[in-house]
């Protein structure tokens, strides 16, 4: 479930994956899967808003990661999350918390320790890379014909 990382400038994270301090899973499992019914169709929807923005020379857009943003900002969701996950850091005596699970990537210093999401790999295509001085970084996978590919790959996910 978790583990702690001791990094390459001697601070020790938290590494957690973040689902169990998702608020709207845990008190809410068919809003739950209402959620997931409608990423399925956003993610399709998605698929044919790119193929048009591709058409027109215009590049990817995540509707899918914005639509996600927007409805979780609404509710203070990723606030919420980002707090209770540096109060568990804090509770292992970690001076930082690396985790996922929200799919938003960002790297801060609230709450007191560093906060570290990588983000993922399927919307924002999006990871977390360490470098040999502890410094971390994210990562933005930006090359137009790997999206174009993954938007097809979305685009067969969606119809199955």
């Not at 568990?88 to 999401?117: L, P, Q």
Request: with cysteine; net charge neutral; proline share 1%.
């Amino acid at each position: 479930d978790s583990v702690i990382h001791q990094g390459a400038d001697g601070r020790r994270y938290l590494v957690i994956h973040g689902d169990h301090f998702d608020k709207v899973i845990e008190h809410a499992q068919s809003f739950a899967a209402l959620g997931h019914r409608a990423n399925r169709v956003a993610l399709a929807i998605n698929a044919a808003v790119n193929h048009v923005r591709r058409s027109m020379g215009l590049p990817y857009w995540p509707l899918t990661q914005w639509a996600k943003r927007k409805f979780k900002n609404a509710i203070n969701y990723i606030g919420d999350f980002e707090m209770a996950l540096a109060d568990v850091a804090k509770r292992h005596g970690a001076d930082g918390v690396i985790c996922g699970h929200i799919h938003h990537a960002v790297i801060h210093e609230n709450f007191g320790i560093r906060y570290i999401n990588c983000g993922d790999w399927i919307e924002s295509c999006t990871a977390v890379v360490e470098h040999e001085a502890g410094n971390f970084e994210i990562l933005e996978w930006m090359d137009r014909e790997s999206r174009n590919q993954r938007t097809l790959s979305l685009q067969k996910a969606g119809a199955g």
